[in-house]
Structures are given as structure tokens and as C-alpha cells.
């Protein structure tokens, strides 16, 4: 008699863009894949946009409650854990510190507590940020040296790095997942990409006359949401470890605003105008990642980014949500 295969459980905590996407990529290898999110209303948005909604399994969770964390473990015994919560607006952790603190810090070391208590058999992976290393001068790399926290969202984040770091070396399978811009269609406003795409769009239309920015020489590193997730799922593959994401092509401000207004046919010149406001104090004017150790450690699944630069910006502005 043939046994039936019993499913993996994924558990991906926060209901952001890059776990919608991770979720259904979870969900074409065929977990149980269950979301948590602190959010009372509006949490399923990316997952309706991209289709998955009535296939995962969402539960309220404020990353605080140590025994809903422990009820939620106890329950579904997740093979993998992606720990995906954390306000990642660099001007917003300056206006809410401590909600920055506990998404980004506080509520990973609860899961890593109650891993350790319940003496789970599970992969933690805890998305973190290009922005806690110093890249001035090179691209980014994990030899790269930390930065002097300049915000309570970089404290928080090189606060969880070293958390994780602590983790694996009592044993545990834990995994840093170091971020940089991860872009896609269905990305919030608040963040430069999106807010420029979106912007564009607006004063084709004639519902927008101005977009106003900050400091448009400033350098970043742009990937494309769904090959990044694709990364992420061979992660569980490797030894645990920290993992730099991203794909290695730095990008002017500047540079991504011309092929935005030019996806329109529109002269950027004639509708940009600037704010102090937006222009941040000690902002980095260069923040791209190495990829050349990642790509060494997935070679055996030949994955690489192929999408960035001009046509990540046109593809955000196609099928802009």
C-alpha cells in the first residue's frame, strides 16, 4: 500500500510584497502555506493581486504575544519559518522607533525563543537590509564592515544580524537573508520606485503635474521581486548561513526616473521638482550588492538575476497596479 506524502509547512510571518511572492512560489512546490500578520484590515491585497488569497492560511499575530507565537509553532510545525515582518521605511523608523524595533528585532528573537523551547526541527530565515553595511566605496559584500547605527530602522536590523549570528552558533538553522531593493508591480508608494512609476503614469494621464523628490544621484541596487523569491526557496538548500540578495547592478536615482519618464514619452526635466524635506540627513549615496559569493553558492540551480535596469523600470511601468 503507497503512503500519501504528507505536505511541508512554510510559515511566512508579515503579509508583505516579497512573502506574497514567496508564498506562491511555496505554493507551486506544493507546502501548506501559512501567513501572520499584525494588520486588522487590507492584509490579503498582494495576495488577491497575485491570485493566492483563498490558498493560504492567514493568522492575527502581534509579535509581542510570546504564547500565540508558541500556540502557532506547537500547532502546525513549520519546516520553514521566513521572517518577513519589519517597518523597512528608513524616515518612518525615525516616527515610530519602537514599533521599528520590535517588528524588525524583538518579534525574530521571540521566534527563536520559543524554536529553542519547543526544540523545533526548523529553517529560520530573517529578511534583513543591504543598508547596515558601509558600501561607499565597493559594493557590498558580507566581509563588508557594519555601519555606525544612523537611524532606529539600521540599529534594529544590525541588532537582529548579530541576533541570528548568536542563534546559529548555538546550533540552530538560521539564516540572514540580506535585502536591497526588491521591486515589483504590486510594491507599496512610499518606496522611490513605485512612487516614480506610479507618479509618471499619474501625469500622462493629467491627474499629476509634479512629482517631487529628494536627491537623485544617489545609487541603488533594483531587483525584480520574483527572481529574487526564486532565490530565496534554494536558500533552504544550503547550510545555514547569511545570503546577500539583490542583483549587483547599481542604479542612479536619476537614471531610473529618465527610463520611468520615458516609458510615457514624457521629458523628466519638465515634471520633476525637489523638497528639503526629502532629502535625508547622512543619506548613502551608494548602497549595491556583491552578488558574486550568492551566485557562486546557487550555481548548482544556475539561478541569476536577469532583470534589472531599464527593463525593470519598464516592466514596473507596464503593468503598473
Known amino acids: 500500500m503507497k503512503h500519501k506524502k504528507i505536505k511541508k509547512t512554510a510559515l511566512i510571518v508579515g503579509s508583505g510584497v516579497i512573502g506574497a511572492y514567496l508564498a506562491k512560489a511555496l505554493i507551486k512546490k506544493n507546502f501548506n502555506t501559512i501567513i501572520t500578520t499584525r494588520k486588522l484590515k487590507n492584509y490579503k491585497k498582494n495576495y488577491k493581486k497575485l491570485n493566492i488569497s483563498k490558498r493560504v492560511e492567514f493568522i492575527k499575530l502581534n509579535l509581542n504575544h510570546v504564547a500565540k507565537i508558541s500556540e502557532i509553532l506547537k500547532k502546525n510545525k513549520p519546516d520553514l519559518i521566513y521572517y518577513f515582518a519589519g517597518q523597512r521605511s528608513i524616515p518612518q523608523s525615525f516616527i515610530k522607533p519602537k514599533a521599528t524595533y520590535l517588528s524588525n528585532h524583538i518579534g525574530a528573537k521571540n521566534f527563536l525563543k520559543v524554536i529553542v523551547k519547543q526544540k523545533l526541527n526548523t529553517k529560520f530565515f530573517k529578511a534583513n537590509s543591504g543598508y547596515i553595511f558601509n558600501g561607499e566605496k565597493s559594493k557590498i559584500s558580507l566581509s563588508s564592515k557594519l555601519v555606525k547605527p544612523d537611524s532606529p530602522y539600521t540599529r534594529s536590523q544590525i541588532a537582529s544580524y548579530k541576533l541570528i549570528r548568536r542563534y546559529r552558533s548555538l546550533g540552530l538553522s538560521c539564516y540572514s537573508l540580506i535585502f536591497f531593493n526588491i ?7 512610499d518606496f522611490v520606485a513605485k512612487k516614480i512609476c506610479y507618479s509618471c503614469r499619474e501625469i500622462k494621464k493629467k491627474r499629476l503635474k509634479k512629482i517631487i523628490l529628494g536627491n537623485i544621484n544617489t545609487v541603488r541596487d533594483f531587483s ?8 530565496i526557496y534554494l536558500i533552504k538548500n544550503l547550510k545555514p548561513q547569511d545570503v546577500i540578495m539583490g542583483s549587483g547592478v547599481p542604479m542612479k536615482i536619476k537614471d531610473f526616473i529618465f527610463h520611468a ?23 548613502r549615496l ?13 550555481s548548482k540551480w544556475n539561478w541569476k538575476t536577469k532583470i534589472y535596469g531599464k527593463q525593470l523600470v519598464y516592466k514596473m511601468c507596464k503593468d503598473l497596479d
Open 224 to 231: 525584480w521581486a520574483p527572481e529574487i523569491v526564486k532565490g
Open 183 to 189: 521591486e515589483s508591480n504590486i510594491s507599496s508608494k
Open 286 to 298: 551608494k548602497i549595491v550588492a556583491s552578488m558574486k559569493e550568492t551566485l557562486s553558492l546557487l
Open 261 to 283: 519618464f520615458n516609458f510615457y514619452k514624457l521629458d523628466y526635466k519638465k515634471y520633476i521638482t525637489f523638497n528639503k524635506k526629502f532629502f535625508r540627513k547622512n543619506e
